[in-house]
């Protein structure tokens, strides 16, 4: 039987040497180019992203709300630790919040330019989650579960998770809104109001994630 396998690899060995790999007579096609026209947004990884594999996208969220989902789960059954390791000298308290207001900042660029430019719902959402980390330890974990609470994050995520399977459902059956002027702000149909909600998702699911942590953990 190794005889067998030995005469198949130098078989296969000897066609990749001897016979050229055959060749698609094709005219020459820009992908950049088709992917502007089908999606209308200038950022063609937007737009690959939120139409193209929109089924990839769907599910990358889905995966996203689960995983929290899981964090809630295992720590369910754990006592809350008692001691929080914080940043407690000024300077160190100072430059986390600045960091924290730039990254907000970065985050809103993201979310709203994101199919214009570099970056989108998933890279503003990671940005929101870092200001939102860098509040957290600066913060006492009573102020921030209060303020998560008291504008209904939680529920306000699970809405952006929702309303984003509804708009991509709509837009794999083949409605679409119109793409406008390539390059502006208001073009690309759906797309920016996809990746608005990625990015709302992603940030508020970090926060309860930071939440948990800090509560269980004592830190992230």
Request: proline fraction near 3%.
């Amino acid at each position: 039987m190794k005889w067998a396998y030995l005469v198949a690899g130098i078989a296969l060995w000897i066609k990749m040497i001897v016979m050229p790999n055959p060749t698609a007579e094709l005219a020459e096609i820009s992908i950049v180019e088709s992917i502007l026209k089908d999606t209308g947004v200038s950022n063609v990884v937007s737009g690959i992203i939120f139409r193209n594999r929109l089924y990839d996208t769907i599910f990358e969220v889905v995966v996203f709300t689960i995983a929290i989902l899981g964090v809630k789960f295992l720590l369910a059954n754990e006592t809350p630790i008692r001691t929080l390791v914080q940043f407690s000298d000024r300077p160190s308290i100072i430059l986390a919040r600045l960091g924290a207001t730039i990254a907000a900042l970065v985050s809103i660029e993201l979310a709203i330019r994101g199919h214009l430019s570099p970056g989108g719902g998933f890279a503003a959402g990671v940005a929101g989650g870092t200001a939102i980390g860098l509040i957290a330890i600066t913060s006492s974990a009573e102020w921030m579960e209060g303020i998560y609470k008291k504008y209904h994050a939680a529920t306000w995520e699970k809405i952006s998770v929702l309303i984003f399977v509804i708009l991509a459902a709509i837009t794999l059956v083949g409605w679409e809104l119109p793409h406008g002027e390539l390059g502006a702000l208001f073009s690309g149909g759906i797309i920016p109001l996809l990746n608005i909600l990625v990015a709302v998702k992603v940030a508020l699911g970090s926060w309860a994630a930071i939440l948990l942590f800090t509560r269980y953990r004592g830190l992230l």
